[in-house]
């Protein structure tokens, strides 16, 4: 695979280089996200039910304090991302 082989590595010198690792590390943190969010409503509806469904993950959304911790735990997700990033040219 190009630019995984010893004698063909690929550095990241270039800014398109920087920008899809950049890009990257964005879809990846958006499908962390959703992750979270699902597990949020899982525990949700465990705690509530006891057991659950497709279904019920599918068309419950987290409410009350669930959803104000999820809030909150984003915007420091987000935060730490970003300014990882911001970081990247320092050094």
Known sequence: MPGFAKDDAVYLTRPQH??????????LASELWVMRDRLTVIEQLLDERGGLTREDIEST??????????ARERERFLTRV???A??????
């Open 18 to 27: 920087m920008d899809a690792l950049f890009a990257i590390t964005m879809e």
């Open 86 to 91: 911001s970081r990247a040219g320092e050094g």
């Open 82 to 84: 970003f300014d990882a």
């Open 61 to 70: 959304q987290p409410r009350g304090e669930a959803a104000e911790r999820l």
